[in-house]
C-alpha cells in the first residue's frame, strides 16, 4: 500500500493509473479503523477496484469540540488494517493539507429537508462539514465508485444528494453497504472504543429496539413500540435523542408503518458522553 500525504503527489499517482484504465474505488473515513471499513475495502476489492482510503478526522463536523479533541487516532493500526484488507492507496492529509485558505472558506452545499431532521436537527452544521470534505475528497480523488456504509443513513443520503449539486452523479456511483455488527447485534462503530465495559454490555439495546421495531411492522402502530423504546433506553440510562421511522428513499418522517412503500428505522442516543446511532431497513 502507497501512502499520500499531498494532495498533488496522490492526483499524479492516480492519474497514471487512469492511464492504465484503471477504476477507482474511493472509501473515505476518519480513521480509528475497524471490521465495518475492512468490509468497505473488500467490497472494493472485489469489484476490481484500485482502491484509495483516505483518513481525516474533520474539524468542521464536529459541533462539539471535546467530542473531535477525543475522537480515536489510531493510525498504525489503521494502516495494518487496511494493508491486511487489499487496500492500494491511503491519503492521510493534515487539515493545512485539506483547507489550505481555512475551514471557514468552502463551497456551501443545501441539502434541504435532510439538514432539519434527525442527525441535522440534533446536530447543527455537521452535514455542512460533511458535504465541505467529502467534496474536496471527491475533487481530488475523483473516484469511479464511493462505498459508504449503511448505518450512517442520513449521511449516505447526504453524499447522494452532494453527488447531484456536483453534477457528478453519472461519474461516481455511490454503493452503500450493510452494517456490520459485532455478535450481539452492536453496529461496528470508531466510537465504541470509548465505551466504559459496562456500558459496552448496555450499548446492544439500541439494536433490540431497532429489531422491535422491526418486528412490529404489522401491529401497525408505531407510536406504541416508540414509546416503549424511548421508556427502555431512559431505563437503562440512555439519553435518546430521537426514535423515528421514515421512508427509506427520502427520510420523509413517518407515524406510523407502510408496508407499501421502504422504510427505516433509527435511533440516536448518549451513553454517558458516547453518541452512538443505528438505524435498520424494514422493508424492502
Known sequence: MV???KIHD???FLSAKRKENMTIGFVPTMGALHDGHRSLVKKAVDSKDFVVCSIFVNPTQFKDKTDFEKYPVTPDADILLLTQAGCHVLFLPDVQEMYPDGTGKGNDFDF???DTVLEGAHRPGHFKGVGQVVARLLNIVQPDRLYMGQKDYQ?????RSLLGQMNISDKTELIICPTLRE???LAMSSRNTRLTEPQRALAIVIYQCLVSIQGKV???NFDIVQKECLDILKDKGFEPEYVA???ARDLALTDNYNTTRPM????AAKLGQVRLIDNLLING
Open 112 to 114: 434541504g429537508y435532510l
Open 3 to 5: 501512502i499520500f500525504k
Open 10 to 12: 496522490l492526483q499524479d
Open 264 to 267: 427505516v428505522a433509527l435511533i
Open 155 to 159: 449521511q449516505c443520503m447526504v453524499v
Open 183 to 185: 455478535p450481539d447485534g
Open 245 to 247: 421511522l421514515a421512508d
Open 218 to 220: 404489522n401491529d401497525g
